[in-house]
């Protein structure tokens, strides 16, 4: 019953460097999203993907990208880390049908930009 | 814009005491409004929704109604418990041609229980 599943848990990276966090869902839904979580200010749309294929920008998308790879799995990169990227991050998933279906959410990815 | 307001925390209460976490909102539209909690270390959580005014959404023993009149979606429990400390977060979701779901969240709320 894992659901999503988020790696890594915990990353330390310098300014300037690059890394792809991973997000994969076994619930077979069709959107995926990444958030952001800071103090103070909830959480925040980063990108998501309504179905495989598509990819669209959220309220804070610069700074990143995302791959849709397949189904299952929706990737976060940072091509060139910042500080202002030390965040929370975590991926959520959802099924698309009649009704209002609950985004399912990962554990989170602690990630800190020194 | 679409936004979410909710009252500032942290909270702490004595166990067994009434809860009410206040949540505002604004939006162009329908929103569905929704409550959910995240537990120390965790994602989060769907606690409980209302998709139209006059609703009323339950679980766990919270309560929340929708009530469009004020554009509030206060959440409540009667007698509250250690289990209960967590961060709470109130949400609005607009209908979406592309059925995504965009949600627009609270800063979040932190609520300690007390034995």
């Known amino acids: 019953n894992a659901g999503v599943t988020q790696t890594p848990k915990f990353q330390v990276l310098k300014t300037g460097q690059s890394m792809t966090l991973q997000c994969a869902q076994d619930?077979?839904?069709?959107?995926m999203y990444w958030y952001r979580q800071d103090p103070g200010m909830g959480l925040r749309l980063i990108y998501y993907s309504a179905s495989e294929g598509t990819t669209d920008k959220g309220e804070v998308p610069n700074g990143y990208n995302v791959s849709r790879l397949n189904k299952r799995e929706f990737s976060l990169r940072l091509e060139s880390a910042a500080p202002s990227q030390t965040s929370v991050y975590f991926c959520?998933?959802?099924?698309?049908?009649?009704?209002?279906?609950?985004?399912?959410f990962g554990d989170g990815t602690r990630l800190s930009i020194l | 814009g679409n936004s979410v307001t909710q009252m500032e925390g942290p909270v702490t209460l004595s166990e067994e005491a009434f809860l009410t976490i206040n949540c505002t909102y604004t939006a162009t539209g329908y929103p569905s409004l929704f409550w959910y909690v995240q537990y120390p270390g965790e994602g989060l959580q769907l606690l409980l929704k209302?998709?139209?005014?006059?609703d009323k959404g339950s679980n766990k023993g919270f309560e929340a109604t929708y009530r469009k009149e004020t554009t509030s979606f206060h959440l409540e429990k009667g007698s509250v418990q250690v289990s209960d400390s967590a961060v709470y977060f109130c949400a609005l979701r607009l209908p979406s041609i592309q059925g995504a779901q965009k949600l627009v969240f609270g800063q979040g709320t932190r609520l300690t229980i007390n034995p």
């Open positions: 959520a998933s959802s099924l698309v049908k009649a009704g209002n279906q609950p985004q399912h």
């Open positions: 209302a998709t139209k005014a006059d």
């Open positions: 619930m077979n839904h069709n959107s």
